[in-house]
């Protein structure tokens, strides 16, 4: 609990950054899951769908490559894999080893992969974004009666097809997205902050039992002459 108590404050907030960023890939990469588990693996970004008047039912008429869904929720597989790991080792560093030691390397590194994964959240972001508003254009075009593409969830799809949480998995997959591109650039932040208070600092735990003679370095200082 010492341990704890004298972690730097920029590191918590760090590591609660790292958590909350695992959240949003789990729940990027679920919705985005269900939803394709939903038109039989198809993905249904940037698709278009057929109304069947006289059955009154919506059709999936073309959908995009799968590969396309596999590599958003890759990316978010990996970015909450990352961020589960950087927790687990802080944690044991913090707790078990008694010591945070950051170097300006390893803030460099951290540096450099906060840059990689902004990236690529950006463009899984825009790829959700653009994928679904293409889709909802086709759902408005083609369904009658309608104002928006979620009033679309409560119509009949022809199986084997269910599309009736659609628009919502996809709106929740983009949403943490870009909570979690948001979350990455404050990380970002925090690193540029510690690497400016110096090239390396380390964090100990001081021992509750230790004596006063333990503590004293084992050659002492030369008194200076007056």
Request: aromatic share 12%; proline share 4%.
């Amino acid at each position: 609990m010492m341990a704890i108590a004298k972690i730097p404050w920029l590191l918590l907030l760090e590591m609660g950054l790292y958590a909350s960023c695992f959240v949003c890939g789990i729940v990027t990469a679920a919705s985005l899951t269900i939803t394709q588990g939903s038109f039989s693996g198809l993905c249904i970004l940037y698709g278009t769908v057929h109304h069947n008047s006289s059955s009154d039912s919506l059709l999936v008429q073309t959908s995009s490559s799968p590969s396309l869904c596999y590599f958003v929720s890759a990316i978010s597989v990996c970015v909450a894999v990352f961020c589960f790991s950087i927790s687990l080792y802080w944690i044991y560093t913090c707790c078990l080893d008694g010591g945070v030691n950051r170097e300006r390397l390893w803030l460099n590194v951290t540096l450099v992969v906060c840059g990689v994964f902004l990236f690529f959240l950006l463009v899984t972001g825009c790829v959700l974004k653009r994928g679904r508003d293409s889709l909802c254009d086709s759902v408005l075009h083609a369904v009658p009666n309608i104002t928006s593409c979620e009033e679309a969830q409560s119509r009949t799809w022809i199986s084997p097809y269910t599309g009736t949480q659609f628009y919502t998995g996809l709106y929740n997959a983009g949403t943490a997205v870009w909570v979690n591109f948001f979350f990455w650039i404050l990380i970002g932040v925090l690193v540029v902050i510690q690497r400016g208070q110096g090239s390396e600092f380390r964090m100990t735990a001081a021992d509750p039992l230790a004596t006063p003679s333990e503590t004293e370095p084992f050659f002492p200082r030369q008194a200076r002459p007056q």
